[in-house]
């Protein structure tokens, strides 16, 4: 299906990142400037960083999201609701969580599972967009696709590729399994190493919704205001 997309429609689909460690205030100001500039769906920081970044961000349509357990995933599904609570607390719209990487990849569905629907309903009840970031690069095709049956049954708003922080991003191939195996159901967000249009628009043809990258003005500004028509795969 081919579709057509201006550039304020692709910039609607960015969350526009920085989740460096050494990030200092006037980053975060210049990320949120640019944000608002370029009608960017949302800024992707540390959960730290919320309630400046909301305070910021005050009076726009940009939504700020925390970023959980960030980028390892290693804390107790205990440790993750309360850092999702304290974030949603402080004013974030948005949650994007490292699932448990070892329990996923020893097959262990069950403690996935409860994860999921722990930090799923505290979102839902605060009408928070919950996102699920899976880290690709560290699973098989099989233990992908278990994950996105899990969010199929779930019903997290997202799931998501990777935290950029991994050994690989997002690739066309891990999209388009994360599409096909949750449908309709759950959307798709592409996140790690999208740093050109062509590569934004490859992740939109493979079925994302959303993309992460710290490269949104770049690729915008490379479009220079043209509409793009896209071959949706899905």
């Known amino acids: ?19 460096a460690a050494y990030a200092t205030p006037d980053m975060f100001e210049k990320l949120c400037k640019e944000a608002v500039d370029y009608g960017f769906r949302m800024v992707a920081i540390n959960s730290v960083q919320v309630e400046f ?15 959980i357990a960030f980028p390892l995933g290693q804390c107790t599904i205990k440790s993750k609701m309360l ?3 304290d974030a949603i607390n402080n004013g974030a719209d948005e949650i994007d969580y490292v699932l448990n990487i070892p ?5 262990d569905t069950a403690y996935i599972k409860e994860e999921m629907e722990g930090i799923v309903r505290l979102c839902r009840d605060a009408n ?7 880290e690709n690069c560290y699973l098989t095709n099989e233990q992908i696709e278990l994950a ?30 994360m599409k096909k195996t949750v449908g309709d159901a759950v959307k798709v967000k592409a996140a790690g190493g999208v740093r050109t249009p062509e590569a934004f628009i490859a992740m939109v043809e493979a ?13 915008i500004d490379a479009l220079n205001g043209k509409t793009v028509a896209i071959d949706i795969k899905y």
């Open 128 to 134: 928070v967009i919950s996102k699920v970031i899976f």
């Open 1 to 19: 299906m081919i579709k057509e997309f201006t550039s304020k429609d692709l910039a609607f689909m960015v969350d526009h990142t920085q989740l």
């Open 148 to 177: 996105a049956k899990i969010a199929k049954d779930v019903r997290p708003d997202f799931i998501k590729t990777s935290t950029g922080f991994g050994t690989g991003g997002a690739t066309v191939e891990n999209v388009a399994l």
């Open 207 to 219: 079925g994302a919704e959303r993309i992460g990258t710290s490269a949104g003005v770049k690729i």
């Open 83 to 85: 850092e999702t609570e």
């Open 53 to 67: 970044c909301k305070s910021l961000l005050k009076g726009t349509d940009v939504h700020v999201g925390a970023a």
């Open 103 to 107: 329990k996923l990849i020893l097959g």
